[in-house]
């Protein structure tokens, strides 16, 4: 099984519905990270969050929320999809007690919004 | 801010060469530098990590070096093969601490052909 998983894998939705991409990970790590793939524009940073307690805006906040539920869950949501926040979304976590600021990866949630 | 450049966009080479993959990042002032795999419809697989008090990492025939002063990271691959075809990204993390807002360059798409 993966250590970081995340739900729905593939979502298409119409503008202004509410979506929630969710993330789960085995690995004990206390920090988690929701990121957003366009072409040619690389991955962008939305929103971290450094444990239960703690979230912070990244560089592309705008349009997105997210809920940290417990160390494990990080759930990332678009109250009112629009169609350019179709992307490739992934969640992400590091532990900063092992290898200093390594990144581990889920396999991606594509959001089509028409 | 922070800008991450990679070069080339796209690589096609046959089988058995040896390639260099090239980054480049405008602030020097990182913390560290990772480089990740993307296979399609795949999340981020994470290859070397290099610390930014080292000058390389190397992972079976995969080397990364690291020249902060002039802000460049090369990959290399040694004798490469098809299952070598793949986006590679590098990311810098330069927040001086060791979470994980990483910036990202837009990716090199290999390809490696028999």
């Known amino acids: 099984d993966a250590d970081v998983t995340q739900t729905p894998r593939n979502r298409i939705t119409k503008t202004g519905k509410r979506i929630m991409l969710e993330c789960s990970q085995t690995k004990g790590h206390d920090r988690m990270y929701w990121y957003r793939q366009d072409p040619g524009l690389g991955l962008r940073l939305i929103y971290y969050?450094?444990?239960?307690?703690?979230?912070n805006k990244g560089e592309i906040s705008d349009g997105y929320s997210v809920s940290r539920q417990a160390q494990a869950k990080f759930s990332l949501s678009l109250e009112s999809a629009i169609p350019n926040q179709t992307a490739l979304y992934f969640c992400?976590?590091?532990?900063?007690?092992?290898?200093?600021?390594?990144?581990?990866f889920g396999e991606g949630s594509r959001l089509t919004v028409l | 801010k922070q800008e991450v450049t990679q070069i080339p966009a796209a690589l096609s080479v046959p089988e058995g060469e040896n390639l260099v993959l090239n980054c480049s990042f405008t602030?020097?002032?990182?913390?560290?530098l990772q480089w990740f795999r993307q296979d399609p419809g795949k999340g981020l697989t994470s290859l070397l990590l290099i610390q930014s008090s080292q000058r390389e990492q190397t992972s079976g025939r995969l080397n990364a070096s690291l020249d902060k002063s002039s802000g460049r990271s090369t990959l290399y691959i040694a004798a490469s093969q098809p299952g070598d075809s793949a986006t590679y990204l590098c990311a810098v993390n330069a927040g001086g601490t060791s979470y994980g807002k990483l910036t990202f360059g837009q990716g090199t798409i290999l390809t490696v052909h028999p």
């Open positions: 969050s450094f444990d239960v307690k703690d979230i």
């Open positions: 992400a976590t590091s532990d900063p007690g092992q290898v200093h600021g390594e990144l581990f």
């Open positions: 602030d020097s002032a990182i913390y560290n």
